[in-house]
């Protein structure tokens, strides 16, 4: 079995030949073998490619000129397995007649190469037989697609996406079929389509001549060709998804020429080939999916056909599936929630699923039957075989957000392994988002692992950076890295307030690289676990010049000014309340904002405003810090 990586690989020939060839797209772990044989610089997929041949028994590799990258792969194969079939085909940047003929003498010198190493002969006119028994089972396909496009068309069910870029991975195009989406085109460097034309009298020559004539890759002169393509799918595309490779700077190119000029929703998807960020992909292309699907006016779950009345009351259960925690909610018709439950993830994340439904369903005083529709969401929204339905979390916040606080137009998510930013428009729907990388630098396993460092639980490192004074610098992002810093900096004496001050404004910057992606558009909220430091909510909030959205109010207090703040070592609150507090409503507060920012109940300092406007006397009089000028707002 032969293995090529690009559209303009002669495979017709080979299958002529009864050679089985089949297109390249590597799944591996990692570069262990390729870093031993490659320059650093060399691209990720050109490694994993190294690392799929050497896993696997292929007779040879077809690879073309279309980056220095594959050059070097050539030569490193050719060193390391002479006994097999490699070549490299010289693929002209131009179509012309020149072209046509140059490249015509390169399968004419392939085929000389090949025969004389497997044996096998070509027969042209087997060859051409077969060439015009695919263009005749082509001509039905596209019939029967264009009747179904229509058709489609007609009752707008189903997303209608198309595919661009490097080297799309089958996992992304099975992901559209399984979410039962059309596939509309597919100009990736393995693209879907070939439908040739071959002449019987200049057989090689029209060969060469439709295969240099396909939609043009972003390597050759006329690749402005692509951006034409498109004008015969805008009445039916709703969105792009847009696949590089990590670094391939020509699809880059591309990607952004696009997202300015059409008025298409594109998503782009960079990977590095390997398999450690399937999980990421995953939820960025439902997210993606989910997004359409409103601008379409369809429902993420199918819930209205769905959700069947099991007694007096309709419930509802939702189960986020998270790499730290596994939540579960039972909300009833009039979305009041029921009951909730918050339990560790273990080491299966079903096991983790199977006892947060028990728990909340016991909170519930409910059983199993009485639940109409369970939707799963978060990491291991996959793994959760009682789910009706699953949603990305992206999908999930926006909702969520929307319904507890409509004024909310951007969510930032920060979570135990990884970090969204969200766009919402004015209807609560998601309109733009980005998530982090692979790394989990910046979210909640981050922290622990300086929280450990520092020799603190991870629920003092925000009430301690609070007490910060000295301003503290931490440069790196990477977990290990910082690491390094965080133990410098201790064997330097510094206070430990100053270093978790320091590492929690890192944190800030990273996050606010998140939002200014989406925009940064005033009514934020925070969600995740990382939500409840205080010190990385003060910090944000002073980058953003706004509060984050007060939990006070969220739980029913009506606020009119909070405060909290530093004096002398103690961390202390002051809340303005619209009411007079008695000693319930003191008791709530104090809960609150002990269980949110570790303050003690006897920090806190609970008075009334006057005339439900202003506070009475001067904040500053409840002893705010003369030593800290650093206030936060209560989130």
């Known amino acids: 079995?032969?293995?090529?990586?690009?559209?303009?690989?002669?495979?017709?020939?080979?299958?002529?030949?009864?050679?089985?060839?089949?297109?390249?797209?590597?799944?591996?772990?990692?570069f262990n073998h390729a870093d031993t044989l490659m320059h650093a610089n060399i691209c990720s997929y050109t490694k994993a490619v190294l690392e799929d041949v050497m896993e696997h028994d292929y007779e040879g590799v077809i690879l073309t000129t279309c980056c220095d990258s594959i050059r070097r792969l050539y030569d490193t194969l050719k060193s390391q397995f002479p006994d097999k079939f490699f070549f490299l085909l010289d693929i002209p940047r131009k179509f012309n007649d020149f072209a046509v003929a140059l490249y015509e003498r390169q399968l004419k010198q392939m085929l000389t190469e090949y025969e004389a190493f497997s044996g096998k002969t070509l027969d042209l006119k087997r060859f051409v037989s077969m060439m015009q028994n695919k263009a005749a089972l082509k001509k039905q396909e596209n019939t029967r697609m264009s009747a179904s496009a229509a058709s489609e068309k007609g009752n707008g069910q189903k997303l209608n996406i198309g595919i661009m870029g490097a080297r799309c991975n089958n996992e992304i195009r099975q992901l559209l079929v399984d979410r039962d989406a059309n596939l509309l085109f597919d100009l990736t460097c393995t693209g879907l389509a070939r439908d040739f034309s071959i002449a019987e009298d200049q057989v090689l020559h029209s060969y060469a001549a439709a295969l240099l004539n396909q939609i043009p890759c972003m390597r050759m002169l006329k690749a402005a060709n692509r951006e034409h393509f498109l004008d015969g799918f805008t009445d039916r595309l709703d969105g792009i998804i847009y696949h590089t490779v990590k670094f391939c700077d020509s699809y880059s190119y591309e990607y952004a020429d696009f997202r300015q000029r059409l008025d298409l929703p594109i998503l782009l998807v960079e990977t590095d080939s390997t398999r450690q960020c399937a999980g990421q992909v995953r939820t960025r292309v439902e997210a993606f999916m989910e997004e359409l699907k409103v601008k379409k006016g369809l429902s993420l779950t199918g819930e209205k056909q769905m959700i069947k009345r099991k007694g007096d009351t309709v419930y509802t259960l939702g189960i986020d599936s998270g790499s730290t925690s596994t939540n579960a909610v039972i909300l009833d018709e009039n979305r009041q929630i029921k009951a909730f439950s918050v339990v560790r993830t273990g080491a299966k994340s079903s096991q983790s699923a199977d006892a947060a439904l028990a728990d909340v369903l016991k909170k519930a005083g409910l059983d199993r039957e009485d639940i109409s529709l369970i939707v799963s969401t978060g990491y291991g929204r996959v793994s959760i075989p009682f789910a009706d339905k699953n949603v990305t979390e992206i999908s999930c916040h926006g909702k969520g957000a929307h319904?507890?606080?409509?004024?909310?137009?951007?969510?930032?998510?920060?979570?135990?392994?990884?970090?969204?930013?969200?766009?919402?428009?004015?209807?609560?729907?998601?309109?733009?988002?980005?998530?982090?990388?692979?790394?989990?630098?910046?979210?909640?396993?981050?922290?622990?692992?300086?929280a450990r460092s520092l020799e603190i639980s991870i629920d003092e490192l925000g009430p301690v950076s609070l007490q910060s004074k000295e301003n503290i610098e931490i440069s790196s992002m990477c977990s290990v890295f910082a690491e390094s810093e965080v133990i410098s900096l201790i064997a330097q004496n510094k206070e430990i307030a100053d270093i978790a001050h320091g590492i929690h404004k890192a944190i800030a910057g990273k996050a606010m690289s998140l939002l200014k992606r989406v925009g940064l558009n005033p009514g934020y909220m925070m969600t995740g676990g990382v939500a409840k430091n205080p010190g990385v909510v003060a910090v944000l909030e002073e980058q953003l010049g706004e509060n984050i959205l007060e939990s006070l109010q969220k739980n029913g207090i009506e606020v009119l000014y909070c405060e909290v703040h530093i004096e002398g070592e103690l961390l202390k609150a002051s809340v303005w309340t619209k009411e007079v507090p008695d000693e319930d409503l003191e008791g709530r507060i104090k809960d609150e904002l002990g269980k949110e920012w570790g303050i003690r109940a006897e920090n806190c300092e609970i008075l009334s405003g006057e005339d439900g406007n202003q506070p009475v006397g001067d904040p500053s009089s409840s002893g705010t810090a003369s030593d800290s000028d650093r206030t936060s707002g209560v989130r």
């Open 1 to 30: 079995m032969l293995g090529y990586v690009c559209k303009y690989t002669p495979m017709e020939l080979f299958e002529a030949m009864d050679t089985e060839i089949t297109r390249l797209e590597p799944s591996v772990t990692d």
């Open 403 to 450: 319904l507890l606080f409509p004024d909310v137009h951007t969510i930032l998510d920060i979570g135990g392994q990884d970090s969204k930013a969200i766009r919402l428009n004015d209807n609560g729907e998601v309109a733009d988002f980005v998530m982090n990388d692979k790394c989990a630098a910046g979210t909640g396993r981050f922290l622990e692992m300086m």
